[in-house]
């Protein structure tokens, strides 16, 4: 049975990166490949703005998706090399990676971090982290850290 491999990116300028580990780990493990990205819900943080915003925000969701499964699409075009899915959901990254990887039955994930720390990162949080508190499948975590 071949390996399956996820691969879990959020679209920001350091994804590019953890796609082509992700396609490189891909190829050492002669794995099949998926790439998703969760278009994020802040439901969290927006919940008592939401009511006073007249913006639809299905709409506002539905354009990042589309815009999200374009870009991966990109992806897969690109590397014919690899066989490849690619996927798209709008919800919360922490948990919606954990359950696609269950889901999908993948044998890794594969997540990017951007090095936050302090303030930073105790407000926004962590993602990845939370995937390696969380998974019971093996993550491995590319960092992104600049400097």
Known sequence: ???????AVD??????????????????????LKIISIVPIFVDYLQS???????????????QKEA?????LRV???HPEVAMEVGVEIGNPKYDVIEQAK???VDYIIVGTHGRTGWSHAL???TAEY?????TIPVLVVPMKKG
């Open 49 to 63: 703005q939401m009511v006073l915003i007249p913006t639809q925000w299905d709409s506002i969701y539905t354009a």
């Open 68 to 72: 999200a499964v374009k870009e991966l």
């Open 131 to 135: 995937i390696i508190r969380h998974s």
């Open 124 to 126: 926004i949080g962590s």
């Open 103 to 105: 889901k999908e039955g």
């Open 1 to 7: 049975m071949k390996n399956k491999v996820l691969v």
């Open 11 to 32: 679209l920001s300028e350091s994804s590019e990166a953890i796609i082509n580990k992700g396609i490189q780990f891909a190829i050492k493990m002669n794995a099949t």
């Open 76 to 78: 897969k075009v690109k």
